[in-house]
Each structure stands twice: as structure tokens, then as C-alpha cells.
């Protein structure tokens, strides 16, 4: 690929396997990004653990600081804008984002959600989606507005809940299709091949 890679930065909290997956696939050379900044919420997230054995630069956003959170979002902006960041991937990041992060990234701030969007909003959606008996769920990567989980939907992949399969089994599919998808749209995003049209829809050249 001759295209200079994408620079991304990823807000996370916990976990960190979809960053995981994400450096995994760069690191393949199978996506021409580059992850130049991980910021967290938590002090505790494993994913800081993950950023440093790849040797990726990161920043807790100090407790105090989200106490505005209008101000934890203006610092986190200007750390990325420090970094020349073009997307913002949040990746498992529990925070809402507000107008100083939006604004200064205009359809460029984008979430995955563990639930095929607009069912199952919020932070339970594994868990709700199985509880409610749904034969399918899935994932959905969208990008972020004011409106919790729910701006324009980029992709989505189905999970179906099997007869038998136990809630441990279901996140498991869930994280694996997302190990897939979202590396696969940021794959899009640094092809230039993602736009949004006046109505909100996404579409994928
Ligand atoms: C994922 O299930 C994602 O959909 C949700 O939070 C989880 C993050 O997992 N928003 P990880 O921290 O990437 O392992």
C-alpha cells in the first residue's frame, strides 16, 4: 500500500480485545493504520497493559478531570489533535463523548456496540439481548453522536443464539465477530471509502 496509514486513536476502559485485534491485524500489515494514541478512563483497564507490550503510547484521563466531563473531552481532543489523530475509536470506552471531542471530530468518532442496533441500547446489551430470548443479535460500528449508541450505522454483523448456548457462549461470539468487523471498517475508513449522506445513511464505496 503506498497510502500514508491512517492515524487512529482508540478510547478504552476495560478489557482491550478489540484494540488487541486491531493492533494484531496493523502489526499482519493487513490495515494500514496506525494507532498513535490509547486513552483510558480507568487507571485499572487491561487494555493499558496490551497498548505498552505494543509499545503504543497512552493517557488516563485523570477521575477529576471527568468530573466536567465537557473538559475531560476538550483535554482528550487536544491529545489527539497533538498526535495528527483522524479517527477516534472507542473500544469499549464506558464514557458518553460530548460536543468538545464531537466538534472537533465530525463523523469521525465511532463506537462499537455488542447488539444490533437501535435494539438493545446501552451498557447491558449482551445480556439483555439474551435474556429477551432474540434468536439473533449481533454488532453494530456506527459513528458517534450526542444521542447514546445512536448515530449512523457503518456496519453490522448477526450472532445467532443457538438452542443451548449459555450467556458465556453468546459474549464469546460476540467478541469474536467483533474482533473481525471492527479492524474490517477501520480498513474501510483508511480506504477513504466511508461516507455519510444528508439523511444520516452510511454508505460504503
Ligand atoms: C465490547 O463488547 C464492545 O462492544 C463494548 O465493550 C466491549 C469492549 O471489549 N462497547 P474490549 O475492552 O475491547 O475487550
Known amino acids: 500500500m503506498s497510502d500514508s496509514p491512517l492515524k487512529i486513536g482508540v478510547l478504552i476502559s476495560g478489557s482491550g480485545s478489540n484494540l488487541e485485534a486491531i493492533v494484531q491485524r496493523i502489526e499482519a ?17 487491561y487494555g493499558l497493559v496490551r497498548a505498552e507490550k505494543h509499545g ?16 475531560a473531552d476538550a483535554f482528550i481532543a487536544s491529545e489527539l489533535l497533538a498526535r495528527d489523530v483522524e479517527y477516534v475509536i472507542m473500544a469499549g470506552y464506558m464514557r458518553m463523548v460530548h460536543a468538545p471531542l464531537l466538534e472537533v471530530f465530525p463523523n469521525r468518532v465511532v ?3 455488542p447488539a444490533l442496533l437501535p435494539s438493545f441500547k ?4 449482551i445480556q439483555e439481548a439474551f435474556d429477551a430470548g432474540v434468536k439473533v443479535s ?3 460500528v456506527h ?19 443457538l438452542e443451548g448456548m449459555t ?24 480506504e477513504d471509502r466511508v461516507s455519510v449522506d444528508v439523511d444520516g445513511k452510511v454508505h460504503i464505496a
Request: with cysteine; net charge negative; aromatic share 6%.
Open 29 to 45: 500489515g493487513d490495515l494500514n493504520a496506525s494507532v498513535e494514541l490509547v486513552v483510558s478512563s480507568r487507571q485499572d483497564a
Open 56 to 71: 503504543i503510547d497512552a493517557l488516563v484521563v485523570p477521575k477529576e478531570l471527568y468530573k466536567n466531563p465537557l473538559e
Open 111 to 113: 463506537n462499537l456496540h
Open 122 to 125: 446501552g451498557a447491558h446489551a
Open 138 to 140: 449481533g454488532i453494530t
Open 143 to 161: 459513528f458517534a453522536n450526542e444521542d447514546y449508541d445512536c448515530g449512523p450505522i457503518i456496519a453490522q454483523h448477526p450472532v445467532e443464539i
Open 167 to 190: 450467556l458465556d457462549e453468546f459474549e464469546t461470539a460476540i467478541h469474536a465477530a467483533e474482533h473481525e468487523l471492527y479492524p474490517e471498517v477501520i480498513s474501510w475508513l483508511s
